[in-house]
């Protein structure tokens, strides 16, 4: 469990709790008013380890009052973390499971069926959306799955563009192609103000051994 406040007595409270259950990662984070963040994280973890259970199709539902999306700040936040991972290549259905488990916003990974860099994220009107780099339809293979797509086409720009894009339009993410290697990037919000961003790994850096451990999925705004 990692516990962030600020020095401000009234101040919010993150609360991050990571666990396992059989052998697969599972994590919750929520942050909220001292006297109660506790209480709600608890109740939040419940609910997760719930709807995990086989016998349980739903996944997390949307719009989530309990943790409203970073939006709406207009001031320029820096880049502040780096997180270079190598992306897992996986279907979508998977990677959508892998966002609820890990109590996601959003997970950047490269869709096995196209071969793309991709996105899954929380939104309406079905509550999971996809977002490609090329291709705008939905997959070949959904099964109970109900998810939309976001039928624009990801920009190609610089990590400084893209930090003043998501900024000047309040965005608490954004997907996007980098302008130099073509590969999709995810910046996001993270609850200081600052900017997260989570890119591919190049080849160079996967052979110089720098890895991050299970670092194949991202949440936008997952930082304190």
């Known amino acids: 469990m990692r516990l962030t406040a600020e020095s401000d007595a009234d101040a919010h409270l993150l609360i991050q709790v990571n666990t396992h259950r059989h052998d697969e990662p599972v994590r919750v984070q929520i942050s909220g008013a001292r006297d ?8 939040r973890l419940d609910r ?29 936040g820096r880049i502040v973390r780096r997180k ?10 998977t990677a959508v499971r892998v966002m609820d488990a890990m109590d996601y916003d959003a997970h950047l990974f490269t ?25 705008m339809q939905l997959p070949a293979a959904l099964h109970a799955m109900a998810i939309t797509v976001n039928s624009h086409a990801p920009l190609q720009l610089t990590d400084l563009e893209a930090a003043d894009r998501l900024c000047s339009y309040g965005l608490p993410m954004l997907f996007y192609s980098d302008a130099h290697d073509r ?3 995810l910046l996001y919000r993270r609850y200081d103000g600052d900017l997260g961003l989570v890119e591919p790994m190049s080849p160079t850096s996967a052979q110089d051994g720098m890895s991050i451990a299970a670092c194949d999925t991202a949440q936008a705004g997952s930082d304190s």
């Open 111 to 135: 869709d096995a069926e196209t071969g793309e860099d991709a996105i899954v994220y929380w939104a309406g009107p079905l509550g999971v959306r996809l977002a490609r780099q090329h291709r």
């Open 84 to 93: 270079r991972c190598e992306l897992a290549t996986t279907s979508v259905e």
């Open 183 to 185: 590969r999709g990037r």
């Open 48 to 76: 997760l380890l719930t709807r995990l259970h086989p016998e349980n199709a739903a996944s997390r539902s949307w719009p989530d009052p309990s943790r409203p999306v970073l939006a709406a700040v207009t001031e320029l």
């Open 36 to 43: 109660f963040a506790g209480a709600i994280a608890a109740e």
